[in-house]
Each structure stands twice: as C-alpha cells, then as structure tokens.
C-alpha cells in the first residue's frame, strides 16, 4: 500500500497511465469516443425517426413512434414532450406515401447505422472484423433495435400510469434492455466474445442510459421548451441530437467500460475470421510489454551492458 502510493507519488502520471482507469481513458482517446458518437447520433436520426414512424404507421392498433421513445428515454415532463411529439409526428398517409427509393435509402442509411455500431465494437474488443458476407448479421441486429425501441415506446400505452405500472414498465425496460445489449455485441461480433464477457458491458449500457435519462430530465427537458421558443423547431432538434450523442457515448463508453472491468485472458482466444488477436489491455505507450518485477525500471544502459555482453560471448 505504501508502496503504491509512493510510486504514485514519484510518477504521478506514468502510475495514472498504467492504472486501469488510465488506460481505459486512453484508449477512448485513442478510439475517437466522441466523434464515434456524433457519428452514431447522426445515422441514428436519420435511421430510427422514419423507421420507428414508419412501423408505428404499419401496425394495426394505434402505435407510438419514435416521438414517444425520445420523450421516455429523456425523461420529459408535459410541456416538451409536447413539443417533441409535435416535431416528430406521423402524416396520416405515411405508408402510401413511402416509395420504393425511400425504402432503399433507409435500408441504406440503417445498414450504414448498424456498421457503425459493429465497427465501435470490434475496435473496442479488438477482434478482427466480419467477412463482407456476413451483412446480414447487421440487418437482423437493425430488425432486433427497431422491435425494441417499438416495444418500449408502445409499453406505455399497454401499461397505465399508476406508480405500480411505472415500475413494472421501468424494470421491464431495464431487463429488455440489458438482454438486447448483451446479445447485440455478441451477434454483431460473430460469436468472438464469450457471453460471459460481455455481461460487464451490458449492465455499465443500462446503467448509462438511465443515468443519461436522470440527467436529461433536469438539464434537456428544459432546453427543449426554452430552444423551441427561440429557435423554433430546429432548436428541438439539437436538444434532441445532443442527446443522441450521449446514447452513443454511453453504448460505446459501456462497452469499453465492460472489457476493462474483467480480466481479459480468460475470454481472449483465436479470432475466427483471421491472425491471432493482440492482448486486449496493452500497456501505455512508452511501457515495456514484458514482466519487470514491480518497482524496477527500464534503464537503456542496462541494455547496452547485456547487448554488450551476449556481443563478447559470441567472440568467444
């Protein structure tokens, strides 16, 4: 114990970047954390609001569209929710009105929203990628988030608003949730992570997401009113982007947070589609990758010296 503290001591930031936390922090850096969830807040927009528009039009009984599932995983009181709902809502002739282009441009967009959740995850786990062939595996993940989020969105019009119903519809969500995150990092990374791997990930999502619903509940909830005024239906839309960002961030920060939880040489193996994979916690840079004893350092004139005696024997 004292020791460790007198290391930290000594090298405040070579213990930081050889910490756990350290190396999860630099390696989010290293991943483009952010700029991976702006990119999966944008393909999103475009993706899920006329997907989940289009599925609540198909339904036989009056169904809920993305409107709905924005306003519950915000957590908006009355007044935005209105407004949100109102910027996203449904025309009365969304299905005669869709023509084959637009079904061909959204299948392109959510295949393209898909990819870029399977490449999030393979660059976090560090596995190699899927075979070209192997796209299918991306539209049944896309079919899988568009039955959840619409069931999520419907669930509070099957279920009342009494407070035994809100906590029915709360953990339902939360066990529906948790289960398609930790099948989706499985499938979308074809079976190279055990599941028991994956399970860390799945539970810092959920935990993420219903953080991201506290927090949007106090600081977005009233943007939107105050956007929507002086910004019109575009300055819905941003709150609404904003929060997509932080969706992405914690789908991607949950994953990476979950590998760095557990040991990662009791799942790591052959990948299937291609050379042995690297160790999934490489030291900093900078760090030797072998074993040093602990509080011994790498002196370069300690190399020189054994380069210059294997360099004699070998004379000999």
């Known amino acids: 114990m004292a020791g460790g ?5 000594r090298h405040p930031y070579r213990s930081w970047r050889a910490s756990r936390a350290g190396r999860m922090w630099h390696e989010g850096g290293e991943l483009e954390l952010l700029q991976r969830s702006m990119g ?5 927009l475009v993706t899920l609001v006329p997907l ?9 009984f009056h169904g809920y569209g993305f409107a709905q599932w924005v306003v519950d995983g915000m957590g908006l009181s009355a007044e935005p929710a209105q407004a949100v709902k109102e910027l996203f809502a449904a025309p009365r002739k969304v299905i005669s009105s869709t023509s084959g282009l637009s079904l061909l441009a959204l299948a392109l967009f959510g295949l393209s929203f898909a990819a870029c959740v399977e490449v999030g995850y393979t660059r976090i786990w560090q596995v190699p990628p899927t075979p070209w062939h192997h796209v299918w595996r ?13 069931a999520e969105a419907q669930s509070g019009a099957v279920l009342g608003g009494g407070w035994p119903d809100t906590v029915l519809r709360g953990g339902t969500g939360v066990v529906l949730g948790f289960l398609f995150f930790w099948w ?7 079976g190279q992570v055990p599941w028991a791997a994956l399970v860390p990930g799945a539970i810092a999502t959920m935990a993420g997401l219903i953080g991201l ?9 009233p943007l939107i009113v105050t956007n929507a005024v ?4 575009v300055g819905t839309v941003l709150i609404v982007q904003c929060w997509l960002i932080g969706v992405g961030f914690v789908v991607f920060g949950g994953a990476l947070l979950g590998r760095h939880l557990q040991n990662p040489s009791k799942w ?7 050379q042995a994979e690297g160790s999934a916690d490489r030291p900093p840079e900078g760090e030797p990758h072998g074993c040093r004893e602990e509080g011994q350092e790498h002196r370069p004139e300690d190399e020189g010296q054994s380069r210059g005696g294997h360099g004699q024997a070998d004379r000999r």
């Open 5 to 9: 503290a007198a290391r930290w001591l």
């Open 40 to 44: 999966f807040a944008a393909l999103g």
């Open 52 to 60: 989940l528009i289009v599925v609540a039009a198909a339904v036989p």
């Open 138 to 150: 991306r539209a049944v993940w896309l079919a899988a988030l568009t039955a959840y989020l619409f």
């Open 184 to 190: 989706g990092q499985y499938f979308l990374l074809a």
């Open 213 to 221: 619903r506290v927090f949007s509940s106090f600081v977005f909830s």
């Open 230 to 233: 002086s910004y019109g239906a």
């Open 268 to 274: 790591f193996h052959q990948g299937p589609y291609g």
